[in-house]
């Protein structure tokens, strides 16, 4: 029987260098070619993760994982493989660039209306109640 890093069979705890907490967050795994491929991660610690992710799945020995609704994307190195789950050594954190922001004002606006020959009859009332003019005008002619 292959030991397994996760489980023994005693009831003695596993020594570790450091805490796992368990978790079920959806991530996705970015290779170098591009391609994103969906994954879990299972539990993480400081320094690694072990990951659900399909065998049939290629991995490369290092890797970027991004977990979903966090601002933070992790470049981690391939540790072990097993069936359906693998662990990863975290080398480096980075955080996610925010979506780019819309600036104040970007909202594309009409242009102005063209200028009316000072010679040319006044525009028809516009609807708007009977006797009100409208408060647009036109150029004065002082």
Request: charged share 25%; proline share 13%; net charge positive.
């Given at each position: 029987m292959q030991a397994d890093q996760d489980t023994h069979e005693s009831s003695e705890p596993i020594l570790r260098r450091e805490e796992r907490n368990s978790t079920n967050w959806i991530a996705t795994i970015r290779i170098p070619n591009g391609e994103d491929i969906p994954c879990t991660v299972k539990d993480v610690s400081k320094s690694g993760a072990k990951i659900g992710v399909p065998?049939?799945?290629?991995?490369?020995?290092?890797?970027?994982?991004?977990?979903?609704?966090?601002?933070?994307?992790?470049?981690?190195?391939?540790?072990?493989?097993?069936?359906?789950?693998?662990?990863?050594?975290?080398?480096?954190?980075?955080?996610?660039?925010?979506?780019?922001?819309?600036?104040?004002?970007?909202?594309?606006?009409?242009?102005?209306?063209?200028p009316r020959p000072v010679d040319a009859a006044p525009p028809p009332a516009e609807p708007g109640g009977i006797g009100i003019r409208s408060r647009r005008r036109g150029l004065s002619t002082l």
């Amino acid at each position: 029987m292959q030991a397994d890093q996760d489980t023994h069979e005693s009831s003695e705890p596993i020594l570790r260098r450091e805490e796992r907490n368990s978790t079920n967050w959806i991530a996705t795994i970015r290779i170098p070619n591009g391609e994103d491929i969906p994954c879990t991660v299972k539990d993480v610690s400081k320094s690694g993760a072990k990951i659900g992710v399909p065998a049939y799945h290629v991995l490369p020995d290092t890797f970027l994982l991004r977990i979903i609704g966090r601002d933070f994307v992790c470049m981690v190195k391939l540790a072990w493989r097993r069936g359906d789950y693998v662990g990863v050594r975290i080398e480096r954190v980075g955080k996610v660039p925010p979506p780019p922001a819309k600036a104040v004002g970007s909202v594309k606006q009409a242009p102005p209306p063209a200028p009316r020959p000072v010679d040319a009859a006044p525009p028809p009332a516009e609807p708007g109640g009977i006797g009100i003019r409208s408060r647009r005008r036109g150029l004065s002619t002082l």
